[in-house]
Every structure is written in C-alpha cells, then in structure tokens.
C-alpha cells in the first residue's frame, strides 16, 4: 500500500493534516512573540520611563526656581516695605515739624503750654531756672505778658539766637531739659526706626 500522502498532491493533504498538528484550544495569544514586536514593546517602556523621568526632573528644578523667585520677592517686598515706613515716618514727622513752626511763630500760646508742661517735670526741690528761647519766642511771650507773668526769683529767660521758634532749652543745677523739636522729633524717630 502506498502511502496517500507521499502520491496525494499536496493542495489535498495539507488542509487535512495541518488542523490535527496544531491543537484547536491555541489561539494567535498563546502563540509566542514575534522578538521584534517585544524589542518595540521594551523600547517604547524604556521610552516612557525616560520621559516620565525627565518630567520628573524638569518639574523638581521648576520648583526649586520658584522657590528662589519667590524668596527673592519676598525679601524686595520686605526692603520695599521698610524703606517706605522709613520714608512715611520722615514724611509725617518733616510735617509736624513744619506745622509745629507755622504754630509756634504764630501763636504764644502753643509755646506757653509747651514751657508750662516742661515746668512741671521738674522736680519740686528745683534750683533757679533758665529757660532759653529764640528772640522771636521771647518777642511773643512779652506781648502776651507770659514772661512778666512767669518770671520770678527762680525763673530767668534768655534769648538763645540758635534756637527757632517755639525751641526751648531749660537749665537748673540739677536737670536740664532739651526743648528743641529736631530732637524732640528725632527721639520719636528712633523709638519708631
């Protein structure tokens, strides 16, 4: 007997025998990989992971920097905001002083409130007093009869050409009280600075 596959053309056998070789339960999943599709499968994993790392990298330094910017912010802000109290407490305090001017070369009374007050600090057991003010502060205080008023025994007032109008300086044997408003204010001024 002859072998019917060996004289069976081949368009015949092949169909029948192909089937019985490969079991019907394999399917196009179960069969192994193609080694090209797996190497493109690698590539493009190790692709992501690379830019997923790069991100990573590019977002960590673009954090760092904004951290530096807003440090940098925050410390010209702080400058900026010191350098304008500065500013608005020479601003206020130049007013004062021009107001104050306007007021004592003015007014006697803004000046008698101011010596009466001073007056007061002075203790009780006081020796005599010299009180001195500019010529224009004196002028006022005779028109406004507080010199004659307030001049006794202990109190003498001499005119200083040094000093503005409405600065005083008070002179006992054992105190002393500077009235000038530049350093009234710049006292203010470094208690605020």
Not at 13 to 19: K, R, S
Not at 104 to 120: G, M, R, V, Y
């Amino acid at each position: 007997m002859s072998n019917p596959l060996l004289t069976e053309p081949y368009k015949t056998w092949i169909p029948e025998v192909l089937p019985a070789a490969v079991p019907s339960s394999m399917t196009h999943q179960d069969a192994p990989p193609d080694p090209t599709t797996r190497y493109e499968q690698y590539y493009q994993q190790g692709y992501q992971a690379a830019k997923f790392e790069l991100a990573t990298q590019a977002i960590a330094a673009a954090e760092e920097k904004l951290a530096e910017i807003i440090a940098e912010i925050t410390a010209i802000r702080d400058e900026f905001s010191a350098v304008m109290k500065r500013e608005a407490i020479e601003l206020c305090l130049n007013m004062v002083k021009h107001i104050c001017r306007q007021l004592f070369s003015e007014d006697a009374t803004f000046i008698q409130k101011i010596l009466h007050e001073a007056l007061n600090l002075l203790p009780t057991d006081h020796s005599p007093i010299k009180i001195y003010i500019s010529e224009a502060s004196y002028q006022q205080l005779m028109n406004s009869s507080t010199i004659p008023a307030m001049t006794n025994s202990n109190i003498h007032f001499l005119i200083d050409h040094t000093l503005n109008a409405g600065d005083f300086l008070i002179d006992t044997n054992t105190a002393a009280i500077d009235g000038i408003l530049e350093h009234r204010l710049a006292m203010f001024k470094s208690q605020e600075g």
